[in-house]
């Protein structure tokens, strides 16, 4: 039977009845039909690694989704990136219009490494449904400074030869001591991610950085394949993850959480009139409670923000999606979409609703 309605935080159902498998997930709309990408987890704990890969769905609607299958399969050979048990989080997929290549990327850690890779893996298709070809994983910008340099920047890393993975240093420590002149010779550090083709069709990618500690945004090549080598810096020291970025009227949005794993916490936003910033910090956007687990808005109803989606052929309609996770029964991590609604000073905000429809956009 036809879903004519959005339900956050209930099992959500695909054409078949099965529980929707795309966590962490993100959309592409491509000639007319809505794609939704996004982490296949199994059961359990060990559902927080990858042992399946990329799922993805397709939907004329938005509400009914049929599984297209797995877009990007884990490799079973020994070694390899992306090998099953390696950790592949967050995918996003972009069109490239002038290679007609369908281009993936997403945050990549080497199986038994723990967080330690904080890498981006890219991978390639000629169909929005796959199969992708994996590319390679990089961590971006290795050698350049970013736009907004800052003397501090150029000074020696305190850190270096004393810091671990295993042994962090407190949060401030990591901005103080420059963990970006670290890691500027092999590249900085790429883990949650994000993607954003902008108007003229330059596309974005967007990490938690240097520790978790900075967002970077970064120009993509005209390929979408690799960096082009102008960045940004953002939010140092604010400990940004999950920032999704879309636009609107001339300004540039951008949602996001703190940095508490699995656990939920305030949602950030931010709003720019250049890409490349200055960005200003804008109050939490979200309101009311989620019913089901009691959460408002310090906790994000708790969830946390993975990707906003825009209507095609709308300019103001747009629909935050978010994951309520699991990490004791990975696969059963849910999913809230809400619509975004825009303020008379730029602003925007998201409403918990229990149930809601495209009519709202109306
Ligand atoms: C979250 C992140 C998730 C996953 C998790 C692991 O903060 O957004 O994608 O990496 O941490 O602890």
């Keep these: 039977m036809s879903q004519q309605i959005f339900e956050p935080g209930k099992i959500w159902r695909d054409t078949k009845g099965v529980p929707i498998n795309a966590h962490g997930g993100g959309l592409l709309c491509h000639e007319g039909v809505v794609y939704w990408y996004g982490e296949h987890k199994i059961e359990g704990e060990a559902g927080n690694r990858a042992h ?44 490239n219009a002038a290679t007609g290549k369908f281009v993936m990327w997403f945050h ?14 890219v991978a390639v298709a000629d169909q929005p449904t796959g199969p992708f070809s994996y590319v390679r994983a990089i961590r971006p910008n290795a050698g ?25 240093l407190p949060r401030l420590n990591v901005v103080e001591s420059n963990i970006f002149r670290r890691d500027l010779e ?27 500690s900075t967002l970077h945004i970064s120009e993509l090549d005209a390929a979408y394949l690799a960096p082009s080598g102008r960045f940004a810096r953002l939010f140092a020291g604010r400990y940004m993850e999950t ?23 305030a949602a950030r936003c931010a709003i720019a009139r ?43 309609a747009f629909i935050a999606m978010f994951d309520i996770w699991n990490p004791d029964n990975a696969i059963d991590g849910r999913y809230v979409w809400l619509p975004v609604t825009f303020e008379d000073d730029h602003g925007f905000l998201i409403h918990w609703r229990d149930t809601w429809d495209l009519s709202v956009f109306e």
């Excluded at 959460?295 to 906003?308: C, E, H, I, L, R």
Aim: hydrophobic share 30%; glycine share 12%.
């Design 52 to 95: 399946v890969g990329v799922h993805v769905y397709s939907s004329a609607d938005l509400y009914n989704w049929k599984d297209e299958g797995i877009a990007l399969r884990v490799s079973d050979e020994p070694g390899h990136d992306i090998e099953t048990g390696c950790i592949l989080e967050r995918p996003k997929v972009i069109h």
């Design 108 to 121: 990549l850690e080497k199986k038994g490494c723990g967080y330690d890779t904080a890498s981006s893996g």
């Design 144 to 168: 350049v400074f970013p736009l907004n340099d800052s003397p501090a920047l150029h000074t020696p890393c305190l850190a270096e030869g004393g810091f671990t993975g295993d042994h962090p």
């Design 186 to 212: 092999e590249g900085q550090m790429a883990r949650d991610l994000n993607l954003f083709v902008d108007d003229d069709g330059k596309a974005y990618h967007i990490y938690s950085s240097e520790e978790n």
């Design 243 to 265: 920032a999704a970025v879309f636009k609107r009227g001339g300004y540039y949005y951008l949602i996001a959480s703190g940095c508490t794993s699995w656990e939920p916490n």
């Design 274 to 316: 250049n890409i490349m910033g200055p960005w200003y910090e804008m109050e939490n956007p979200c309101r009311g409670v989620n019913p089901q687990n009691g959460f408002g808005p310090d906790k994000t109803f708790g969830a946390q923000s993975t990707y906003v989606h825009k209507l095609h052929g709308r300019d103001d």
